[in-house]
C-alpha cells in the first residue's frame, strides 16, 4: 500500500525555523512530482511548494518565496521542506503530495496524499 507519512511539525515561535519530511513507502515515488500544501482553520487547503522527480524544477506559492525551500532524496523515496523566518500566518497542517507534473501538483490533481502534520507558529 503506497504511503506518505509526514513528520517535523510542532510549535515554533516566529522567526524560527522548522523542516518537514514526508516519507513515502509502499512504491517507489522516484518519478513522480513531489509537494507541499497547507490548510489553516478556516481555510481552504493550499499549494506551498513543489519540486520534480530530478529536482530541476521548483515551484513556491508567493506567500512562501524567499523563506521555505523544498528538496527530495530519491534513493530515500524522501522530500523535505526547509521553513525558516516563519511567521503566525504559516500555522497550519502541512500535507505532503504526489503528482505527475508541476501543474497537476498545483492544481491539485495529485495521485497521493500523506495524512499532515501541524506547524504552530507563535508570535
Known amino acids: 500500500q503506497e504511503q506518505l507519512i509526514e513528520s517535523g511539525g510542532g510549535l515554533v515561535q516566529a522567526g524560527g525555523s522548522l523542516r518537514l519530511s514526508c516519507a513515502a513507502s509502499?512504491?517507489?515515488?522516484?518519478?513522480?512530482?513531489l509537494g507541499w500544501f497547507r490548510q489553516a482553520p478556516g481555510k481552504e487547503r493550499e499549494f506551498v511548494a513543489a519540486i520534480t522527480w530530478r529536482s530541476i524544477t521548483t515551484n513556491y506559492a508567493d506567500s512562501v518565496k524567499g523563506r521555505f525551500t523544498i528538496s527530495r532524496d530519491n534513493a530515500k523515496n524522501t522530500v523535505y521542506l526547509q521553513m525558516n523566518s516563519l511567521k503566525p500566518e504559516d500555522t497550519a497542517v502541512y500535507y505532503c503530495a504526489a503528482a505527475f507534473g508541476i501543474a497537476a501538483m498545483i492544481s491539485s490533481r495529485t495521485n497521493y496524499w500523506g495524512q499532515g502534520t501541524q506547524v504552530t507558529v507563535s508570535s
Open positions: 509502499g512504491r517507489t515515488f522516484s518519478t513522480y512530482t
